[in-house]
């Protein structure tokens, strides 16, 4: 009995944090080039985000897309964006892409964030992707109670602690928290 209240009692904490959970943000800066990001993989499994950004060339310039940084499962890029000059004449609308390889990576949950080469790295933009069904924890085809109570049993623990499950990690951050539960709930039925 002890046991079902627990988990009824994690249950509605998981519907109350998926409401507040972010999965991913989108911010435009007035005037000031714009981003949007794309998360795709190729025919040979290897993860990519395209950037998008758009400006005007009489006040931006784009001097070097920078290189993707990898902490555990967050990817960061800083883009080298010149905005203290600008053309004489005529604005114009430029619209640049480049495509970051982010490698093949494994089943999980990822966050790619470009940041702004201001001196505090301040957001620009963010998306968070998954790679294969990271939700199904035992790999049953389908999210369901049991992959809710596999998380809820590892709640609290990180790696190196015994009772910590790495496959309850769906973040990849050496710990089990209410963000690897809120995603498990957010697929169930699935």
């Known amino acids: ?13 998981l519907m109350l944090s998926f409401f507040t959970c972010h999965f991913s943000t989108s911010m435009a800066i007035g005037g000031a080039p714009e981003a949007t990001l794309e998360f795709w993989m190729d ?4 993860a990519f985000v395209t950037v998008t950004i758009a400006f ?16 555990v499962s967050d ?3 800083i883009p080298q964006i010149d905005g203290s000059g600008g053309d004489i004449g005529i604005p114009m609308f ?18 790619f964030t470009l940041l ?23 790999d049953d085809g389908k999210v369901d ?10 709640f609290g623990t990180h790696n190196p602690d015994p009772d910590y499950n790495p496959d309850a990690d769906i973040y990849y951050d050496g710990k089990v928290d209410i963000k690897d539960i809120a995603f498990t709930a957010m697929h169930f039925g699935e």
Not at 56 to 71: A, E, H, M, Q
């Open 145 to 154: 109670i049991r992959d809710i109570a596999i998380v809820a049993l590892a």
């Open 1 to 13: 009995m002890k046991s079902r209240f627990s988990l009824m009692l994690i249950f509605l904490l």
């Open 56 to 71: 005007f060339k009489s006040g931006y310039n784009l001097t070097d897309w920078g290189t993707v940084v990898r902490n």
């Open 94 to 111: 430029y619209e640049l892409v480049h495509n970051y390889s982010l490698g093949q990576l494994d089943e999980g949950v990822y966050t």
């Open 116 to 138: 702004h080469d201001d001196p505090l790295h301040t957001l620009w933009e963010n998306m968070v992707f998954e790679i294969g069904f990271p939700a199904d924890i035992n």
């Open 75 to 77: 990817f960061y890029a």
């Open 43 to 46: 025919e040979n499994q290897t």
